[in-house]
């Protein structure tokens, strides 16, 4: 398996996080050091703690609503009834 050096990042976990370690260093260069990153859908921050995902899923809570209030009633009955039958 290839390392795609380009999209790799460093982050520390545990109480080392705070403590000042120099950066990763490969072939290509230094690796930028983060406290949190996204990974399948997951925010991971270097705590272990769900803060910062559980923050960044009641962001896009609001976006959702506007969608399904926008919807007239007939359409989100019509939408509804043809999900439900569709499996």
Do not use: C
Request: charged content about 15%; aromatic content about 6%; proline content about 3%.
């Amino acid at each position: 398996m290839q390392l795609n050096a380009s999209k790799t990042k460093e982050m520390i976990l545990g109480p080392l996080a705070k403590s000042n370690l120099p950066l990763l260093s490969t072939t290509v260069g230094t690796k930028d050091r983060v406290t949190s990153f996204k990974l399948l859908g997951v925010h991971i921050d270097s705590t272990l703690s769900w803060t910062t995902h559980v923050n960044n899923i009641i962001k896009k809570l609001p976006q959702g609503f506007i969608s399904l209030n926008s919807l007239k009633e007939q359409d989100f009955l019509l939408v509804s009834y043809s999900i439900i039958t569709q499996q």
